[in-house]
T-cell receptor
């Protein structure tokens, strides 16, 4: 069955460092992959989308890579800030985007 | 900035009762979704809706669930006979017409926290 795995352990990093989060998937061929941020008790907020034919995408301090051979995406936050502390969700979609599958998320804590 | 809204923010109901969760998607969006998130667990897809019909649904979305777009603005999720295990946060999301950089992006509402007693 389709499976998405994200770092199950929380990630603790020091302010100013780069946070790297991992998303691995099996039994799935996504057309695109998205990263969302979720704060406690709130809905997911879209951050970045990368398509299957793209290797890397950047937006301000965020960077995402997508390796369809390894079936893996890496999400980087550079110059991290305490305000970046949240849960980050990886989500996969096939063409059409009618059924999005989410990973369980990785909790990030950035210490001042 | 346009946003997805949901009402109520919290709903408490007795097991076996019917509940209707309401969503107002972003006005020019054409694709609509419901998800649920049980406390401490992942966001789970329930159903997607396009052109006035269900596009996809998950195994969770059984005969107890239904969706409707009763007018040009609202999108509702009905649970006919609630069970204890339906207690969760329910999120509505909407997406713009396909094509372009933002075509695949889903915008989520703040959620309705449903508690079934």
């Amino acid at each position: 069955s389709q499976k998405i795995e994200q770092n199950s352990e929380a990630l603790n990093i020091q302010e100013g460092k780069t946070a790297t989060l991992t998303c691995n998937y099996t039994n799935y061929s996504p057309a695109y992959l998205q990263w969302y941020r979720q704060d406690p008790g709130r809905g997911p907020v879209f951050l970045l989308l990368i398509r299957e034919n793209e290797k890397e995408k950047r937006k301000e301090r965020l960077k995402v890579t997508f390796d369809t051979t390894l079936k893996q995406s890496l999400f980087h936050i550079t110059a991290s800030q305490p305000a970046d502390s949240a849960t980050y969700l990886c989500a996969l979609d096939k063409t059409g985007g009618f059924k999005t599958i989410f990973g369980a998320g990785t909790r990030l804590f950035v210490k001042a | 900035e346009p946003e997805v809204t949901q009402t109520p923010s919290h709903q408490v109901t007795q097991m076996g009762q019917e509940v209707i969760l309401r969503c107002v998607p972003i006005s020019n969006h054409l694709y609509f979704y419901w998800y649920r998130q049980i406390l401490g667990q992942k966001v789970e897809f329930l159903v997607s809706f396009y052109n006035n019909e269900i596009s996809e649904k998950s195994e969770i979305f059984d005969d107890q669930f239904s969706v409707e777009r009763p007018d040009g603005s609202n999108f509702t999720l009905k649970i006919r006979s609630t069970k204890l295990e339906d207690s969760a946060m329910y999120f509505c999301a909407s997406r713009a017409p396909s094509g372009g950089m933002s075509g695949e992006t889903q915008y989520f509402g703040p959620g309705t926290r449903l508690l079934v007693l």
